[in-house]
C-alpha cells in the first residue's frame, strides 16, 4: 500500500468537458456524413479541432503539474495502474476483431464450405471451404491475398527493434544518460514512422495491384480492420513517444520521476506484440 | 408474503399440468416424443427449484419472524462455519449434477436429425414462411390469413375476440403425415427468424445464409399453432406458423392436389404470360398481389414509411420509365428490396406493376402486359 | 499532517465547492459526481420506464390500439438500453463514486478528472440516442440486443446509436480504471484487501467485468458499421462472415453485463443485511470467492443466450453445464444472506425490507434462470415472455430493488436528513406487490407460447397481459413517491446522526463520519484497525 504522504486533487476541470464536446461532434458530424447529410465533414472538421484542443490543454497542465513536482508517489501509481488498464481494454478490443478472424476461419467457413455440412449442401454447393476467402458470394471480386514475407516480416523486424530501442532509451534514463535516453527515443519514434509508411505503401499496393479491399469479403474485413486498427495505434503510439522526446529534450523526467516515458513505453509494447499476433495470424497462417 | 405467492403460483402450474383451460399456464407438452421430453424435464427442474426455493425461503421467513430486535432478541456474533459453508456448496453442484443428466439425454435426442422419412425446407422471409417439400417438389407461401391481417391494423376497430385463431392462422398451413420422422431445414432470406411451434417441443433460428435443421415425429393429427420467435422487423409480431398434421392416407390425398394444382397453376401462367389484359383487369389482380407482397413494407396506401421504406405514391420510380421500374421488382434493390421474379409469376408482376403505376393517385396511365416481362428474370 | 494537496491550495484556502451550475461541470470531487450519476440515473429510469409503459399500454389488450409496430419495436430497444445504460449502470456508477472513497478511507477518487470525463460522456450518448427518435425512420429497432442483419435495415439511426454506443463504452470503461485505481492505490493503512466492505469488493469485480467485456462490445459495434458503410462482410454469409458471429460477440460482452448490473447489487445488500440484522455478514470470504467465481464464469457462458442458433451439440452441452454451474457461488451467496439474518437481532426499515425482497426475489429470478440454462428446456423457453419475467425479476426486484435500498440507506448520510419512514414503507408494500403483478403473469403467458417483441398477440394471453400491465401503472406511478422522498430528505428534515442505523458504525468507515460528510472526504487517512 503507498503511503499517504499527500495526495494530489485538482479543484476544478474544464477539459472534460470540452473532450466530451469535442467527441461528440466529431462522432455526430461522422454519423451525418454517412447517412449522406451535407453538414457532416464541417462538424468532423469542429469536433476534431476542440479534440486536438483538449488534448493539448489536458495534457498540458498535468505536465504543467508534473514539472512543479506536484505529484507524490502515490500519484504517480495511480497514473501507472490506470495506463496499465487502459492498456488491458485495448487488448479486448482488439480480441474482438481477432475473435472474428478466429471464428470465421475455423468455424464459419468450413461450415458454407465443407461437403459434409448441411449449409454447404442447400446454400453454397459450389463453394470449398479455403483460406483466403471472399466468400461463396466471391464479394468484392478477385483478389491476391498479403503474403507474409515481403514488408510485413520488414515491418516486424522494424517494430521489434524499436521495442529494443525504447527500452535502451529507458536504461539511458535510469542511468540519467540524457543522450542515451533521447537517441534511444529518435530511432523508437523514426521506426515507428516508418512501420506507417511501410503499411501504407502496402495498403496502396493493395487497393490498386492486388484487388484486395476493405470490401473484399471476410479477408479484406478482418485484414484492413485488423492492421488498419493497429495501424491507427502504432500512430498514436508514435504521437505520444514524439511528445514524450520533447518532453526529455526539456529535461522533464527524472530516473524517479517519468511516468509519461513509461506510459509511452508500455503502450508502444502492447502496439508490439499485438503486431506479433497480426503477424502471425494475420500475415502468415 | 412473497412465498406464499410463490407456492401458490407453484401449485397453480401443477395443477393444470393437463387441463384445457381456454388460456395455459404451463408450457405445452405436445404432441411429439421430444416434446413430452423437454416437458418432463421442465417438470423435473421446475420442482427442484420449488423445494429449493421452500427450504431457502422457508428459513428466510422463519428467521424474519422469529429473529426480531422487537422480540427483545440479543444478536448473536458468530460470522462463518465452513463445515456449513463446504455443505451448501457440495450439495447444490450435486442438484446440479442429477439436472445435467437428464439435460444432456434430451438435447442428444433433440440432435439426432438422422434416419429421417422426409425433409422439408423451411425459409423465412420479412414476414412469411416458405415451404418447400424437397422430396416431392411442392414449394408455397404461407402467410397471416386476411381476416387477423384486417383486425391487426392500427385502429381497426375490429375486436380481436371475433377473429378466429387470430394472429395465429396462416393461408396456406404446412401440411405434414403423422408417424413420420420429418426433418426441418431451416434458411433465411432476409433477416433472422426463428420457426416456432410449441406443440412440436422447439424453436430453430433461421439465418440467412446458414442452413440449421431440427425434426419431429407427430403422433396425433391435427393443427398446431406457432409464431415467429426471433425479432424480425416490424411485423415479427404477424409471420405465425400453422402445421396441419394428417393420417398417412389423408396426407397422400393432399399431396396428390397439391401436386396436380402446382402443374395446373404452372400451365395456367404460361397461357396467362400470353394473354393481353385490360387496365382494370391488371390493376385488380394487382392489388391483391399488392397487399400480399408489398404492402407489408410499402403500406397498404403506398405511402412508405419514411426513412425505412419508400412511397410508392408519387415515387420518381413509378412515375418514371417502366423497364427500370419492372427491374426493381423483379431484381429488388439494396439490401432491403426483394427481388420477385423468383416468387411471383409474369401475370402477378405485371399487374403489381400495373397497380403501382396507376394506383394511389399515380394515373401514370401506362400499362404492362405478362408478355412484357422478361422470362430469366 | 494533511493527506492531500490541491492546486489552489498555493494561492488560497477554499475548500467548499465552487457555486453556481459550472460547479457540476467542472467539478472533480467524488461526491459531486456521484451525485450526478444518481440523478441522471434517476432521470433516465423514468424515461425508460415511460417508454416501458408504452409497451405496456399498446399490451394491455389484444389488437393494436396506440402505436404502430415499428414503433413499438423502437420503444423495445429504447427502454432496455436506456434502463440498462442509462439507469442502472449509471446508478451503480454513482454508488460507487458516492461510497467507494469513504467506505476505504480515501479523500477521492484516484483520477478526479477522468471521473469528470466518465460522467460528462454520459448525457452526450443519450443525445445522440435519443436524437434518432426524431430521425426518419426513427430509433434503432432491432431489440437492445441489435443483432444483424435486422439492425442494419435500420434507417439513419444506425451510426448515432453505433457512436452513442461507443460513448457509453468509453464511459464506462474509464469509469471503471479509475475504481480499480481507487481500490488497489487509495485504502487507508489497515485497509487490507480482506477487510474491504463487500460492496466495494463487488465493484472491483465488476470493474474488472467492465474493462475486459465493453471494448469487445465496442469491437462488435465497430462491424456493424463498417458491414453497413464500408462493405465488410463480417455479418454477410456471402462474403464469408456470419450473422451469429455478431452474437457470439454481443454476448460475450451481454452475459457479463447482467452481472456488471448484479454484482454491486450484491455489495449493497450484503451492506445492507449485517447492519439491521445487527450482526457482521455471515462467511466473508467465502463471499469474496464467490463475488469472484460468479465474475470469472460469468465470461464462459455467452452461448446460452444462443442455444436455437444451431450451435455443434457440443457447444450447447458445454454451455448448458457451464451456465448451471453459476448456480453454486450464487447460492452460496443466498445462504450466506439467509445466515447473517438467523439470530440477528433483525428491524425493518425500508432499506432492510427493500433488502430481505431483493433476496427472496431475485432468488426467485435466478431459479428461472437455471431452467433456462437446460438447453433442451431453453429450446421452448427461448424468445419468450418467460425470458422477459426471468430478467426483469433479477433486474428490477433484483437490481433496482438494490440500488433504491442504497438509496434509502445512505440517503441520510448524503443528505444529512433522515428521510420520511412512513413514505418509505408506503413505497416498499405499493412497489414490492405491484412488481409481482407486473412480472409474475409473464411466466404464465411466456409459457403458454407468447413470444417476446411483439406489439400485438392472440387472445388467449389477454388476461395475463391485462394484470402485467396494471401492475406496470401501478409499480411505475409508485416510483413517484420514492422521488418525493428524496426530495424531501435533501430539503430538510430531522438531521441523521454520523452512525445513521443504530450500531452501523461498527459495519463500515461511511458511518465515522459527519452526516453529511465533508468535502473532502477523509483529509486525514483513518487508521483501520
Ligand atoms: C441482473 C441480471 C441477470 C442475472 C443475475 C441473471 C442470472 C442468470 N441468468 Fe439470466 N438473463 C438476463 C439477466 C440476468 N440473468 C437478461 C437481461 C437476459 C435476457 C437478455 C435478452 O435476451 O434480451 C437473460 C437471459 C438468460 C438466458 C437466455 C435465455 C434465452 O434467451 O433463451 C439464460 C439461459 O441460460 C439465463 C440464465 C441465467 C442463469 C443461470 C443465471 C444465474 O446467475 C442465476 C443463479 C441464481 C440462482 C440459481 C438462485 C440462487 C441459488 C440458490 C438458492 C442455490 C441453489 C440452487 C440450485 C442448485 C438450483 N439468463
Ligand atoms: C435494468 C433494466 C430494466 C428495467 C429496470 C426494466 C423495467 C421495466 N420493464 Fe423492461 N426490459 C429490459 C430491461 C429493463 N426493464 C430489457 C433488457 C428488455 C429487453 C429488450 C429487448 O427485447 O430488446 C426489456 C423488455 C421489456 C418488455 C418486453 C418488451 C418486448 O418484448 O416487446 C416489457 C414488457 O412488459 C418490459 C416492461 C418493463 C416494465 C413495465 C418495467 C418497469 O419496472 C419500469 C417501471 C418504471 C416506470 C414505469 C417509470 C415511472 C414513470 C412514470 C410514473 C411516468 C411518469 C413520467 C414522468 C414523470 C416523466 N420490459
Ligand atoms: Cu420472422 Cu420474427
Ligand atoms: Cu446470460
Known sequence: MASHDSYFLPHKAIWPIVGSIGLTTLLAGFANFLNGAAIGPMMMWLGAAIMITMLVGWFGTVIKESVAGWYSHQVEISFRWGMIWFIISEVFFFAAFFGALYYTRVLAIP???????????????????????????????????????????????????????????????????????????????????????????????????????????????????????????????????????????????????????????????????????LFIFVYWL | ????????????????????????????????????????????????????????????????????????????????????????????????????????????????????????????????????????????????????????????????????????NVDHPLVVPVNKKIRFVFTAADVIHSWWVPALGWKKDTIPGFVTEAWARIDEPGVYRGQCAELCGRDHGFMPIVVEAKSEADYQAWLATQKAQTTAKADEAVTAASKSFTLPELMAKGEAVYNANCAACHQANGEGIPGNFPAIKGSPVALGPIDEHLSIVAKGKGAMMPGFSKTLDKVDIAAVVTYQRNGFGNDKGDLLQPSQVPSEN | MSAVTHEDLHDHHDHGPAKGFLRWVFTTNHKDIGTLYLTTALIMFFVGGAMSLVIRAELFQPGLQFVDPGFFNQMTTLHALIMVFGA??????????????????????????LNNWSFWLLPFAFA???????????????????????????????????????????????????????????????????????????????????????????????????????????????????????????????HPEVYILILPSFGVVSQIIPTFARKPLFGYSSMVYATASIGLLSFVVWAHHQYTVGMPLAGELYFTYATMLIAVPTGVKVFNWVATMWKGAMTFETPMLFAIAFVVLFTFGGFTGLMMSISPADLQY????????????????????????????????????????????????????????????????????????????????????????????????????????????????????????????????????????????????PLVK
Not at chain 1, 523514426?190 to 484486395?212: D, I, R
Not at chain 3, 454513482?94 to 484516484?110: K, Q, R
Not at chain 3, 425479476?393 to 437490481?399: D, I, K, Q, S, T
Open chain 1, 111 to 277: 461450415w458454407m464450405g465443407d461437403e459434409d455440412s448441411i449449409t454447404n449442401e442447400f446454400l453454397w454447393k459450389s463453394f470449398e471451404s479455403a483460406w483466403p476467402t471472399n466468400g461463396p458470394g466471391a464479394i468484392g471480386g478477385h483478389f491476391e491475398p498479403m503474403g507474409a514475407w515481403g514488408i510485413p516480416a520488414l515491418n516486424t523486424l522494424i517494430l521489434l527493434s524499436s521495442g529494443v530501442t525504447v527500452t535502451w532509451a529507458h536504461w539511458g534514463l535510469l542511468a540519467n544518460k540524457r543522450s542515451q535516453l533521447i537517441q534511444g527515443l529518435i530511432a523508437t519514434v523514426a521506426l515507428g514512422f516508418l512501420f506507417v509508411v511501410l503499411q501504407a505503401f502496402e495498403y496502396h499496393e493493395a487497393y490498386t495491384e492486388m484487388g484486395l479491399t476493405l470490401g473484399s469479403g471476410i479477408y479484406g474485413s478482418t485484414f484492413f480492420m485488423l492492421t488498419g486498427f493497429h495501424g491507427l495505434h502504432v500512430t498514436i503510439g508514435a504521437i505520444m513517444l514524439t511528445v514524450v522526446l520533447l518532453r526529455s529534450a526539456r529535461g522533464h523526467f527524472s530516473p524517479e520521476h517519468h511516468f509519461a516515458f513509461e506510459a509511452a513505453a508500455w503502450y508502444w509494447h502492447f502496439v508490439d506484440v499485438v503486431w506479433l499476433g
Open chain 2, 1 to 168: 408474503m412473497e412465498r406464499t405467492k410463490l407456492l401458490l403460483g407453484a401449485a397453480a402450474l401443477g395443477l393444470v399440468g393437463n387441463a384445457h383451460a381456454e388460456y395455459a399456464l404451463n408450457l405445452t407438452r405436445g404432441v411429439t416424443q421430444l416434446s413430452r421430453d423437454i416437458y418432463d424435464l421442465h417438470m423435473y427442474i421446475l420442482w427442484v427449484c420449488v423445494a429449493i426455493g421452500v427450504i431457502v425461503y422457508g428459513l428466510l421467513t422463519y428467521s424474519v419472524l422469529h429473529h426480531r430486535k422487537s422480540k427483545g432478541v440479543v444478536p448473536a456474533t458468530f460470522h462463518e462455519n465452513t463445515k456449513l459453508e463446504v455443505v451448501w456448496t457440495v450439495i447444490p453442484f450435486l442438484i446440479l449434477l442429477a439436472m445435467a443428466v437428464p439435460a444432456t439425454k434430451v438435447m442428444i435426442e433433440a440432435y439426432d436429425t438422422s434416419a429421417s422419412d422426409m425433409t422439408v425446407k423451411v425459409t423465412g422471409y420479412q414476414w412469411k414462411w416458405r415451404y418447400t417439400y424437397l422430396d416431392d417438389g411442392i414449394d408455397f407461401f404461407s402467410t397471416l390469413d386476411a381476416k387477423s391481417n384486417e383486425a391487426r391494423q392500427l385502429g381497426s376497430k375490429i375486436n380481436p375476440e371475433t377473429v378466429e385463431h387470430y394472429l395465429l
Open chain 3, 88 to 113: 442502472v449502470m449509471p446508478a451503480f456508477a454513482g454508488l460507487a463514486n458516492w461510497m467507494i472513497p469513504i467506505m476505504i478511507g480515501a479523500p477521492d477518487m484516484a483520477l478526479p478528472r
Open chain 3, 128 to 254: 445522440l440516442l435519443a436524437s434518432t427518435l426524431f430521425m426518419d425512420g426513427g430509433a434503432p429497432a432491432a431489440g437492445w440486443t441489435l443483432y444483424p442483419p435486422l439492425v442494419l435495415q435500420g434507417g439513419n439511426n444506425l451510426p448515432f446509436a453505433i457512436f452513442s454506443i461507443h460513448l457509453l463504452g468509453i464511459s464506462s470503461i474509464m469509469a471503471a480504471i479509475n475504481i480499480i485505481v481507487t481500490i488497489f492505490n487509495m485504502r487507508a493503512p489497515g485497509m487490507t484487501m480482506m477487510k474491504l466492505p463487500m460492496f466495494v469488493w463487488t465493484w472491483l469485480i465488476t470493474a474488472f467485468l467492465l474493462i475486459l467485456v465493453m471494448p469487445v462490445f465496442a469491437g462488435a459495434v465497430t462491424m456493424l458499421l463498417t458491414d453497413k458503410f464500408f462493405g465488410t462482410s463480417f455479418f454477410n454469409a456471402a462474403g464469408g462472415g456470419d450473422p451469429v458471429l455478431y452474437q457470439h460477440l454481443f454476448w460475450f460482452f451481454g
Open chain 3, 382 to 525: 427461448h424468445d419468450t415472455y418467460f425470458i422477459v419475467a426471468h430478467f426483469h425479476y433479477v433486474l428490477v426486484p433484483g437490481a433496482v430493488f438494490a440500488l433504491i435500498a442504497a438509496t434509502y440507506f445512505w440517503l441520510p448520510k448524503w443528505t444529512g436528513h433522515m428521510y420520511d419512514e412512513r413514505l418509505g414503507k408506503l413505497h416498499f408494500w405499493l412497489t414490492a406487490i405491484s412488481v409481482n403483478v407486473l412480472f409474475f403473469p409473464q411466466h404464465f403467458s411466456g409459457l403458454a407460447g407468447m413470444p417476446r417483441r411483439i406489439p400485438d398477440y392472440a387472445v388467449q394471453f389477454a388476461e395475463f397481459n391485462a394484470m402485467s400491465s396494471i401492475g406496470a401503472f401501478i409499480f411505475g406511478f409508485s416510483q413517484l413517491i420514492f422521488v418525493y422522498v428524496i426530495i424531501k430528505a435533501i430539503r430538510g428534515g430531522q438531521p441523521a446522526t454520523d452512525e445513521v442505523w443504530e450500531g452501523a458504525a461498527e459495519h463500515g468507515l461511511e458511518w465515522q463520519l459527519p452526516s453529511p460528510p465533508p468535502y473532502h472526504s477523509w483529509e486525514v487517512a
